[in-house]
């Protein structure tokens, strides 16, 4: 299953860093790079079968502001598109510059665009949706006007929108770049946004709404004829569809029904790219990672050791190996910080990390034993007082079998140590509550993440992103603060210099490994699986314009790039 991730960008490194093969096609440079210029003979036409999952329940909501499941990013557009490498595509902002010691940011905004409707868009449109946003904080689910993020005021001066603030706050552009606008025109007549469907949206996208069937799960989505990018989009038509299973899902795409989205499937080269394989493909770069999160606030695992011990009882190329049939290797790292962005691990903590995901339960035991925990003759493990410790839950999702198969191997690798754990699956929001009250004692969840480390630690560890016990934390599940890490965030943010946010990150990953607050357990890729059957254009190792991007712009860029073969 595929989640969308609240994903949150600043930019800083390029996009050869992520591993992926040379890219030596032209971009087009008045856009960025996640717009691919594929040259003059691109073929026009064609409606693109986007298959969008299975069992799920499609309402006709369109409100941007609202984390549906509709891809409104078809329609509403951002003023950037932020991807996982960092680099930034120009959308409704063309430009932008931190100024005045970084407490302003100057955002040039394009001009010659038109709203679906045929009326102009303006920089006071940039301007509504943010004060829009202030004004109705229960739309606001980015955040945008939370204290934490000092944000004093939003206006426009000619083509440029001012956002000031009361101090630095340098990764806050992230989530600025990646915010939908929407038409003042039309907004503004709404009384009550938290409650609005939007019916019949109207945007500055390169599709509009042509049908919307609940019953049979199809939304289909035509061209946009007002749209404003020089020659895009190639495609005339989206068909977004859900269907009634995985299984229906995987038959529909083996049958060339389905272009795009067939998402997980275990086995996939066996199942299905080797079924068709001049056309079945996937790319499932990794981008992110799925953490072990320990319940810091608890007894034992407020102990740093404690938690150490579980991360070298866990044989990571096992679980890798059993839940995606060696798709994924190397990803993980112990500072938490993922895959893509290895380039800001500091070279001097290679071998400390290495020893603590490295599969030793031998090693495990000594460090338990040196904190007073050790096995009883029944092989279960014992607090100092030679009590023995209770069963412990491991909370994941149900339905989610990559998480459940995991969460089963963890839990019998723990018994090596003498750790009893069982697996707790809940509902979806059963389990999103937990995690925000602290009702767990483990749980495997997502870590947000960005083109900079600075975004998973903020939201794993920043102190503004916790609460106690029975309170609902943000995004902080383990409930775990350092002040040093408090301090290494403040000042990545208050700093464009890379020299003192690499030394900032470089602290934060010492801190991590001393303590151990979380561990880094299974991979977070992108599960673009699709055929080339009909079209091309597809994001892939030598194209790979579209890694993870800010907020809800995935779907847009691929719907700019794919066209007719």
């Not at 210029?37 to 298959?51: A, D, E, I, M, R």
């Not at 151990?516 to 091309?536: E, G, K, Q, S």
Request: glycine share 6%; charged share 15%.
């Amino acid at each position: 299953m595929k989640f969308k991730f609240l994903i949150f960008m600043i930019a800083l490194i390029g996009i050869l860093s992520i591993g992926f093969a040379d890219v030596s096609y032209p971009y087009l440079t008045q856009y960025g790079p996640a717009i691919v210029n594929w040259g003059p003979n691109v073929k026009y036409g064609g409606t693109l079968n986007w298959l969008y999952g299975a069992n799920i329940t499609i309402t006709q909501n369109f409100n941007p502001f609202i984390k549906g499941n509709l891809p409104v990013s078809l329609i509403y557009e951002p003023l950037f598109y932020v991807d996982m490498s960092g680099k930034i595509t120009n959308f409704l902002g063309t430009s932008y510059k931190w100024m005045n010691n970084n407490t302003e940011l100057d955002v040039t905004i394009r001009q010659g665009v038109k709203w679906s409707d045929g009326v102009p868009f303006t920089p006071q449109d940039v301007v509504f949706t943010f004060n829009y946003l202030k004004a109705n904080p229960a739309i606001d689910l980015n955040g945008i006007w939370a204290p934490s993020n000092d944000l004093v005021s939003v206006t426009a001066s000619g083509d440029t929108v001012i956002f000031k603030f009361s101090r630095p706050n340098i990764p806050f552009f992230n989530i600025i770049a990646g915010e939908p606008i929407v038409p003042e025109h039309i907004w503004a007549n709404i009384s009550d946004p938290s409650k609005y469907t939007n019916p019949n949206p109207v945007g500055t996208g390169p599709f509009v709404l042509k049908d919307f069937n609940a019953a049979i799960g199809t939304v289909i989505f035509t061209k946009n004829p007002n749209y404003w990018m020089t020659g895009r989009p190639y495609i005339d038509q989206i068909k977004w569809q859900v269907l009634t299973s995985n299984t229906t899902g995987l038959m529909a795409f083996l049958r060339h029904d389905f272009d795009i989205g067939l998402g997980y499937v275990p086995n996939v080269k066996e199942v299905y790219v080797n079924k068709d394989p001049e056309v079945n493909k996937y790319w499932w770069p990794v981008v992110g990672n799925n953490a072990l999160y320990l319940n810091d606030a608890k007894y034992p695992f407020n102990i740093p050791d404690f938690r150490k011990a579980i991360s070298m009882s866990l044989n990571r190329s096992y679980i890798l190996d059993h839940l995606y049939f060696g798709d994924f290797q190397n990803y993980d790292n112990p500072t938490l910080i993922t895959y893509p962005l290895r380039s800001w691990l500091d070279p001097t903590l290679t071998e400390l990390a290495s020893s603590l995901i490295t599969y030793n339960p031998q090693k495990a035991q000594e460090l338990l034993a040196s904190i007073g925990f050790k096995k009883n003759d029944q092989g279960l493990l014992t607090d100092p007082n030679g009590k023995v410790l209770p069963t412990y839950t491991l909370t994941v999702v149900a339905g989610w079998p990559d998480w459940i198969q995991g969460a089963q191997i963890v839990s019998e690798e723990l018994k090596a140590i003498g750790l009893q754990v069982i697996v707790n699956q809940e509902s979806y929001g059963q389990y999103y509550s937990s995690l925000q009250t602290g009702n767990f004692d483990m749980a495997i969840s997502w870590l947000d993440v960005g083109p900079t480390p600075y975004n998973a630690y903020y939201y794993a560890f920043s102190q503004t992103q916790t609460a106690p016990i029975g309170q609902v934390a943000s995004t902080n599940f383990s409930r775990y603060t350092n002040p040093l890490i408090t301090s290494a965030l403040q000042i990545f943010s208050t700093t464009t210099d890379p020299t003192l946010q690499r030394q900032a990150i470089y602290t934060i990953e010492r801190i991590v490994l001393d303590d151990m607050p979380m561990i880094a357990l299974l991979p977070v890729p992108m599960w673009d699986t699709y055929t080339t059957y009909r079209f091309t254009g597809f994001p892939d190792d030598q194209y790979p314009y579209y890694i993870q991007g800010s907020l809800s712009t995935d779907e847009e860029i691929v719907a700019l790039n794919v066209h007719l073969k």
